[in-house]
């Protein structure tokens, strides 16, 4: 999968554009295809280290929208293929866990 990462603070050139493993969803994540991720002020501050307790690497991107790849156990009312949108699920907005998966809270389009 492509990520755009963020390995260490600074100015827009910080941004690395990665190749990573497919991720497998845990129990009650989704795997998630983004087909689009919002990124606005809120990323540039996380990107330039002046959020605290964002830990790296991130991925930038709080919103997003995409199709449902794969259901981890536990999941239930979503269906692989399904169009969803929502934001990451995780302690500070901005950072995906650990970049394994996408633990969303997602609405049905």
């Given at each position: 999968?492509k990520?755009?990462?963020?390995?260490?603070?600074?100015?827009?050139?910080?941004?690395?554009?990665?190749?990573?493993?497919r991720?497998?969803?845990?129990a009650?994540?989704?795997?998630?295809?983004?087909?689009?991720?919002g990124?606005?002020?809120w990323?540039?501050?996380?990107?330039?280290?002046?959020?605290?307790?964002?830990?790296?690497?991130?991925?930038?991107?709080?919103?997003?929208s995409?199709?449902?790849?794969?259901?981890?156990?536990g999941?239930?009312?979503?269906?692989?293929?399904?169009e969803?949108?929502?934001?990451?699920?995780?302690?500070?907005?901005?950072?995906?866990?650990?970049?394994?998966?996408l633990?969303?809270?997602?609405?049905?389009?």
């Amino acid at each position: 999968m492509k990520a755009a990462r963020v390995l260490r603070f600074g100015p827009p050139g910080v941004i690395m554009n990665d190749d990573l493993p497919r991720p497998e969803p845990a129990a009650g994540q989704l795997l998630v295809h983004v087909k689009a991720a919002g990124v606005g002020n809120w990323d540039a501050l996380v990107r330039e280290g002046k959020i605290p307790n964002e830990p790296l690497p991130l991925i930038l991107g709080y919103e997003l929208s995409g199709i449902v790849e794969a259901i981890g156990p536990g999941v239930s009312g979503f269906t692989p293929g399904e169009e969803v949108y929502g934001q990451p699920a995780s302690n500070s907005p901005g950072h995906m866990p650990n970049i394994r998966c996408l633990r969303v809270a997602l609405a049905h389009c």
